[in-house]
């Protein structure tokens, strides 16, 4: 078991930039992906970055160009960094940990953009 626990989440005007990230405790090993999720009221929640254990990542489109996700191992930590922020970037951001026989959720973190 991984427990996730996010920070960074706030309200910020469009353009704007933002960094959360995400504590991990707990034995993180072998092949794994960690990373960030958001989701609205009325709407399923979505893949925003994710990147593995050998450093393969990932970027939903509505996000390339924008955001960077990166990861610590050592601190087992995974950052999210957000620039050009909109107003439809509004959402509750999830930290995920995934392996085999793990799937854990951080808490959520809200992230609000005003117009």
């Known amino acids: 078991q991984v427990q996730l626990v996010e920070s960074g989440g706030g309200l910020v005007q469009a353009g704007g930039s933002l960094t959360l990230s995400c504590a991990a405790s707990?034995?993180?090993?072998?092949?794994?992906?960690m990373g960030w999720y958001r989701q609205v009221p009325g709407k399923q929640r979505e893949l925003v970055a994710a990147v593995t254990s050998s450093g393969r990542v990932q970027y939903a489109d509505f996000v390339k160009g924008r955001f960077i996700i990166s990861r610590d191992n050592a601190k087992k930590m995974v950052s999210l960094q957000m620039n050009s922020l909109q107003p439809e970037d509004t959402a509750v951001y999830y930290c995920n940990f995934h392996r085999d026989r793990d799937d854990s959720w951080g808490q959520g973190t809200q992230v609000t953009v005003s117009s």
């Open positions: 707990g034995i993180i090993f072998g092949i794994n992906v």
